[in-house]
């Protein structure tokens, strides 16, 4: 085989070179065409490289943004992340969709955070993509953003297809080529902050904007000498669905229709904090005083042991009488990493979720805080694995749902919490002289 770098440019640029929300042209959108030899993709090592830039205005009349004006945007989502509301992958052949991952910046913090620690953070995923451990160190990479100057990155794609650790054939006896298509956030939900919206002072005027430019894809391609067949290629899916908590005791039940579910992880935040550009819409909300948690199907607990235990409210380590510890809420966290990592509670290696460190944690730490960006933050998350091994398991005709109980929810706006839900599902690609399909 020879192996060679294929270099991409968006397939619908404009002379500027730019995208934005602001500019008119918030989606763009990469072609791999297909080959009449058998062609491996190493989706693993897929990048988008580019620029991102915040400023005032519009595009084409960029004003700075304000040097020391409190606008923020998300660490554990990163710059280029936090700009993405769906990614969606089709094969060229039939022009068949293969995954669509909607509610794709709300995933990231919780990949980022619940499998990384502060060094890898704040060193090599800050590289690839400007991630960082907290808001402060995001702000100054606002600033350096400021003047058109803009931040390089190089950063992945977290769709469940590009991280399955497989080869895609992309000949036209394979999928006929990708279609990759990124669909931009309105600024509103990107930078944020008390001077966002209005950037009084520091001589800007506006809210504030963001665009990408010089965007670039690459992906390492295997060109095979003999021909490969490939009659199906299995491959992970993230399904997202997103509901609203306003009660004690509240119950999130549906039918995902998925056949294979490794692993379901839910994030939340304050529903009136969305669309709201003095907030961050990346937020991982603490969920208050959780007191129960309970994963069950077709009504029943499934299994048994999914019945967890738990209490966020005071910030000490001191096993008390409303079971608030390490100890207490030991359940929710186990289950809540080894969902992200899809691996048993022993082979996760560092994470940001912890008790007494100043850039993350929970214990303490209230339903809207850091809320502003001005202050610490959490990585909450709640989750479930339902199988390490690939097999998964069938809600394609079954109910599933979650049920929360939590004293602090009582129906107010202050307190309704919006769930995002994150369905890991198995699926295969069938590929055939007649044509293709996904089984899921």
């Known amino acids: 085989m020879n192996k060679r770098y294929l270099q991409l440019n968006p397939v619908n640029a404009i002379s500027s070179g730019d995208y934005s929300p602001s500019s008119g042209l918030p989606l763009i959108k990469f072609d791999i065409s297909s080959t009449e030899r058998s062609t491996m993709l190493d989706l693993s090592s897929l990048r988008i490289n580019g620029k991102v830039t915040y400023f005032t205005g519009t595009v084409g009349t960029e004003a700075q943004v304000?040097?020391?004006?409190?606008?923020?945007?998300?660490?554990?989502?990163?710059?280029?992340?936090?700009?993405?509301?769906?990614?969606?992958?089709?094969?060229?052949?039939?022009?068949?969709?293969?995954?669509?991952?909607?509610?794709?910046?709300?995933?990231?913090?919780?990949?980022?955070?619940?499998?990384?620690?502060?060094?890898?953070?704040?060193?090599?995923?800050?590289?690839?993509?400007s991630h960082l451990t907290n808001n402060f160190l995001a702000r100054n990479c606002v600033v350096a953003q400021e003047n058109s100057l803009g931040k390089s990155f190089s950063s992945p794609l977290y769709c469940g297809m590009f991280q399955s650790g497989k080869d895609i054939d992309i000949s036209v006896n394979g999928c006929g080529g990708l279609t990759i298509e990124i669909l931009l956030k309105p600024a509103v939900s990107v930078c944020f902050g008390s001077d966002a919206a209005t950037n009084a002072g520091g001589g800007a005027t506006g809210t504030a904007q963001y665009k990408l430019s010089d965007l670039t894809l690459t992906v390492p391609a295997y060109e095979m000498q003999q021909p490969v067949e490939q009659s199906q290629f299995e491959f992970?899916?993230?399904?997202?669905?997103?509901?609203?908590?306003?009660?004690?005791?509240?119950?999130?039940?549906?039918?995902?229709g998925l056949s294979r579910v490794s692993s379901v992880f839910m994030n939340a935040i304050n529903t009136n904090e969305l669309g709201n550009q003095n907030n961050n819409s990346c937020r991982l909300s603490n969920l208050g005083q959780l007191q129960e948690l309970r994963f069950t199907k077709n009504g029943l607990l499934y299994p048994n042991q999914y019945r967890l235990f738990n209490d966020e409210v005071s910030n000490n380590l001191i096993v008390g009488a409303n079971r608030t510890s390490v100890q207490g809420r030991a359940m929710v966290d186990d289950n809540y990493f080894e969902a992200i990592s899809t691996n048993p509670i022993g082979r996760f290696g560092r994470t940001m979720l912890s008790y007494n460190t100043f850039s993350s944690g929970i214990t303490g730490r209230g339903q809207t805080q850091n809320a502003a960006g001005n202050d610490k933050g959490t990585c909450s998350g709640q989750g479930i694995l339902y199988d390490a091994y690939g097999a998964g398991e069938n809600f394609s005709q079954t109910v599933w749902s979650c049920e929360f109980d939590n004293s602090t929810l009582d129906g107010t706006v202050a307190t309704t919490l919006g769930l995002y839900i994150f369905f890991l599902n198995k699926q295969v690609l069938m590929m055939s002289p007649q044509g293709i399909s996904v089984q899921r």
């Open 66 to 129: 304000g040097g020391l004006l409190n606008n923020y945007r998300d660490g554990f989502a990163g710059d280029f992340h936090n700009c993405i509301d769906h990614v969606t992958v089709s094969s060229k052949r039939l022009s068949s969709v293969l995954e669509r991952v909607t509610n794709y910046s709300r995933i990231i913090p919780s990949i980022v955070s619940g499998q990384h620690g502060e060094n890898d953070i704040n060193c090599e995923l800050f590289h690839e993509g």
């Open 236 to 256: 992970n899916s993230i399904t997202s669905i997103f509901q609203t908590l306003n009660s004690s005791a509240s119950v999130v039940a549906l039918t995902p």
